[in-house]
């Protein structure tokens, strides 16, 4: 067990490993900016700063996924895949470098395929009542659980006792995390993401997620990642275990909370959702493949 | 009811199907059963009356619509119209996840609320059981869990259906492949008996669990009998019902259930709409309708 003002001097470390791409921290400032006034050309500046993402995107680019084929620059892929996704996306594979390939505590693929799963259905829910900024939500879906590669890294052996156990008994990993490590993905995330000023409502998100009543801002974006995160968690896209249990979306109190903000909630077919979820399954699969299966080193 | 359309005797001709009887049979049926072939699926209606027809030496489908309506023994006729109609798709395990919901989920909540108030006793119901493949399939799981989860109960399985042929195949309680693909082999071993070459027989302990009976679900006189469940699975039956019959079915499962017990459906059907009492709940790889206990009170649901 640890306390988390022990883990804190840890968690600075990771900002200094070499495995990190420095294109992280102007890459969420960019982020923090009204979408419009982001520049194509300062994205694409970036992105080829970095030779590894810059080959990640293009891979993408030209997956059939996009119907692209013959994307060979930079510029050229980021404008097919739009300047936002390629931007949630790239940050995620930056910071999927956090974790050494021998620190992976559970399945990489499956890891991610949680995140961009989240990200999708949260900007797809956030559409769909009316909230303002959906890709705002893709983000921080993408990224909500950015304190598992930390605990991953910082506390790898304690967080594998974590996650053993939670394959065990089938309860929520964030439980299991509190009991052997002394705390969770919530808060180890939190720090890193104050670290790398990641935006504030993001930040919120990976600290609340998992308890939206305690949210003090952004509550209706941390009760929206907070039902995806549910809902993947249900379809197969959660932590590659069964966790045992039925959850009520509409008796959450994230629903609650969302309801007195979007009426347009009550409105919708929760069940159709969900099955929604299972027709995107392929795409999910397609990207996560695309974006994080280690493959041999792409020619420059 | 998708399969068996190719097969079901000659096709109609396609003038025929202008014929405005066939709007007439649709809605005998659909007062009848719920079931209801909007107007671009009237084909496959067509085609499941044209082996009546030919049975009966009906000519025109107006003629046969007297068959329905007005001629002595119409009742009988309409019955042998539905086991045509009713024709289902199913195999056993057809729903691992909702099994799995089931054991880890669903059964120890419903056992511990029960054991408290001193009950020891389960009731099931397959609504729209077809040939029985679910029903066993219920059984087998029960039995796998009697020395683990449920030691110290005691369980019973009511299954209905529509089809009268389908009821008297689920009772004689004979497989081939098709019906076996996803069933383990220990419980092939375990649980059937050999019938021929090609198929196996489910054994007396499958059997004894199970009660066999013809219950239409829109029969509203009979569905207020059925009270008492823990559990009701109606998995692909209400798909061709309207909205207006799926909510009348789902009042009377609403009412059949105990408090606290669960409705299970397809899945690929929502009850959007159309019983909002119910709560859906998620468990991994699939949905039940759940009936609160008195009293519950459930976070956001207005
Ligand atoms: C596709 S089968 C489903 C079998 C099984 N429940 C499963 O999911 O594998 C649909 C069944 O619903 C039955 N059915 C249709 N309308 C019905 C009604 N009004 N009352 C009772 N059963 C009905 C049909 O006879 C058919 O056997
Ligand atoms: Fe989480
Ligand atoms: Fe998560």
């Not at chain 1, 303002?132 to 790898?156: Q, W």
């Not at chain 2, 209606?45 to 001629?71: F, G, I, N, Q």
């Amino acid at each position: 067990m640890k306390t988390l003002e022990e883990i804190l001097p840890r968690i600075k470390e990771l900002d200094s490993m070499p495995s990190v791409p420095a294109i992280v921290q102007p890459l969420t400032a960019l982020l923090r900016q009204n979408p419009d006034r982001v520049k194509l050309e300062k994205v694409v500046e970036l992105v080829s700063y970095d030779s590894t993402i810059a080959a990640q995107c293009l891979r993408i680019a030209n997956s059939p996924l996009f119907g692209r084929r013959n994307t060979e620059t930079v510029r050229s892929a980021v404008i097919a895949l739009g300047i936002t996704r390629i931007e949630a996306i790239v940050l995620g594979s930056c910071v999927n470098r956090i974790v050494p390939h021998d620190k992976w505590a559970m399945d990489a693929l499956t890891f991610w395929r949680h995140c961009l799963g989240c990200a999708l259905v949260s900007s797809r829910l956030a559409k769909l009542i009316g909230y303002a900024d959906p890709e705002k939500a893709y983000l921080a879906g993408l990224l909500h659980d950015l304190g598992i590669l930390v605990n991953m890294v910082i506390c790898a052996p304690e967080f594998r006792v974590g996650i053993q156990k939670a394959h065990e008994s089938g309860i929520p990993l964030h439980s299991s995390e509190h009991q052997h490590l002394g705390f969770t993905h919530c808060q180890s995330g939190k720090i890193l993401a104050e670290q790398w000023h990641f935006s504030s409502d993001v930040t919120a998100v990976i600290e609340h997620h998992h308890d939206v009543i305690n949210a003090t801002s952004a509550c209706p974006l941390v009760a929206i990642i907070h039902l995806s995160d549910l809902l993947c968690r249900m379809r197969d896209l959660g932590y590659g275990y069964y966790e045992a249990m039925g959850v009520d979306l509409a008796g959450d109190a994230a629903w609650a909370l969302l309801v007195e903000s979007y009426p347009a909630l009550v409105k919708m077919d929760l069940a159709r959702l969900t099955m929604d979820i299972d027709g995107a399954m392929e795409e999910i699969t397609n990207v996560v493949n695309a974006v994080f299966k280690p493959e041999p080193a792409v020619a420059r | 009811m998708e399969t068996g359309i190719a097969k079901a005797a000659a096709q109609p001709q396609s003038q025929d199907l202008k014929d405005p009887a066939y709007l007439k049979i649709r809605d005998v049926v659909y007062q009848i059963s719920g079931i209801y072939q909007p107007e671009e699926k009237l084909y496959l209606l067509a085609s499941r009356c044209a082996r009546r027809m030919s049975a009966v030496k009906a000519s025109t489908p107006s003629e046969y619509l007297d068959y329905l309506t007005v001629r002595g023994n119409r009742e009988a006729e309409l019955r042998l119209l539905l086991n045509e109609i009713t024709i289902g798709e199913t195999y056993m395990f057809r729903s691992p996840a909702q099994l799995e919901a089931l054991r880890n989920v669903v059964l120890p909540q419903i056992l511990q609320a029960k054991s408290a108030l001193g009950f020891k006793r389960l009731h099931l119901w397959s609504a729209g059981c077809s040939t029985g493949e679910e029903p066993y399939t219920l059984a087998m799981f029960l039995l796998e869990e009697k020395e683990r989860l449920l030691s110290g109960w005691t369980f019973d399985i009511l299954a209905t259906d529509l089809n009268d042929n389908s009821v008297v195949a689920a009772k004689a309680g004979i497989y081939g492949e098709y019906a076996l693909r996803s069933t383990p082999d220990v419980l092939r071993r375990k649980y059937f008996k050999a019938h021929d070459a090609n198929h196996l027989q489910v054994g007396e302990e499958l059997k004894s669990l199970i009660r066999f009976d013809r219950v239409n679900l829109n029969d509203d006189s009979k569905m207020t009998f059925l009270k008492g469940m823990d559990l009701i699975f109606c998995c692909n039956v209400l798909i061709y019902f309207d909205l207006s019959s799926k909510r009348k079915v789902m009042q009377h499962f609403y009412a059949n259930l105990l408090p606290g017990g669960y409705l299970f459906l397809g899945h690929a059907e929502s009850l959007y709409q159309v019983d909002d009492r119910f709560h859906l709940m998620h468990f991994p790889g699939a949905f039940g309708y759940w009936k609160p206990p008195l009293g519950y009170i459930g976070g956001g649901k207005k």
